[in-house]
């Protein structure tokens, strides 16, 4: 494996640990039962490994994404969100996602007409339909079109064309740190109609105070209304995760929305109160 990952294995008493680095001071590890695939496609090293904590993992650049345990969290959350906020969500654009698992969300919404899944690299699409299909599903809808593109390029030149634009990126680093620029943010509140909304996840209000902060005032400055709501995503570093609407008109979700969804973490009262912050996120982030 490249040395300059923030990743690494080990063998402790014959078991194979892989230990993630998320800061100079904070490693994690995961004791591994099997590795499922390793490769490097033109952007990023991607793996999918069999650990016994936390089932099957997305591994990129050496970052955990997304596993078979408790990967539904974090898709249900950034997916059904925004889409009991929006009264009529026909046109989906997902930028990021490559393990499908917020796409599969959305197709639960009779109401959709199209979903355009923005991904930079196919080879995250194709391990994960293949290794991960507790998280990506099948998705055989007909209504989800694979784009191959930076996501960045990809909204520049859409004007006035989405209902609810989802950004499920990766850290901020490597190809996903131009999702989280002002100028990405901008090009989204264009491809968006007159009463359109996004989400992004915004990291942790723990460990990232800093990209959070930028996240929730880049967004502010653009958008009529800016909310951050949370969860707690046990893979994730410091457990607790946030995510930031930015919208043009509408902001509060109507729960009945989730009617006849299926759906393992979200139910009504979640998609209630998922915008009750603890207090010190209330001080930090004042409404607009
Ligand atoms: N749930 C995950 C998390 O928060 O860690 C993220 C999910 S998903 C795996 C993130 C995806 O964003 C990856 O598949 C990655 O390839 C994709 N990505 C990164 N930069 C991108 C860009 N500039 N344009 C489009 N997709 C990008």
Redesign the pocket.
């Known amino acids: 494996m490249n040395k300059n990952l923030p990743v690494y294995f080990s063998k402790q008493d014959g078991d194979l640990w892989l230990t993630e680095e998320e800061r100079e001071d904070l490693k994690i590890s995961y004791r591994i039962k099997e590795i499922l695939f390793e490769g490097q496609s033109e952007?990023?090293h991607v793996m999918v490994l069999d650990s016994y904590s936390f089932g099957r993992m997305?591994v990129?650049d050496g970052i955990v994404?997304?596993t078979s345990i408790d990967g539904y969290i974090?898709n249900e959350m950034i997916s059904h969100v925004p889409l009991c906020i929006h009264p009529e969500p026909k046109k989906i654009l997902i930028?990021?996602?490559?393990?499908c698992g917020a796409a599969k969300e959305v197709c639960k919404y009779a109401v959709v007409d199209q979903v355009d899944m923005?991904?930079?690299?196919k080879l995250?699409v194709e391990v994960c339909q293949h290794h991960l299909p507790e998280v990506s599903g099948p998705l055989a809808d007909s209504r989800v079109q694979f784009i191959y593109d930076?996501?960045?390029n990809f909204a520049e030149n859409k004007e006035n064309e989405y209902d609810v634009v989802i950004v499920?990126?990766?850290?901020p680093i490597g190809?996903?740190k131009?999702?989280f620029e002002k100028s990405f943010y901008q090009s989204i509140h264009k491809s968006l109609k007159a009463d359109g909304l996004m989400v992004c996840?915004s990291q942790s209000p723990i460990f990232h105070q800093e990209v959070m902060q930028q996240t929730y005032q880049r967004i502010g400055e653009l958008f009529h209304f800016v909310k951050l709501y949370t969860a707690v995503v046990p893979t994730y570093p410091g457990g607790l995760w946030s995510f930031t609407v930015g919208s043009k008109n509408y902001i509060n979700p109507d729960p009945a929305r989730l009617k006849d969804k299926e759906t393992h973490y979200v139910n009504k009262d979640i998609i209630e109160r998922c915008f009750s912050l603890p207090q010190f996120m209330i001080e930090q982030y004042p409404p607009f």
């Open positions: 952007f990023q997305l990129l994404q997304t974090y930028i990021g996602g490559g393990d923005v991904e930079i690299d995250v930076d996501g960045v499920d990126s990766s850290d190809p996903a131009s999702l996840q």
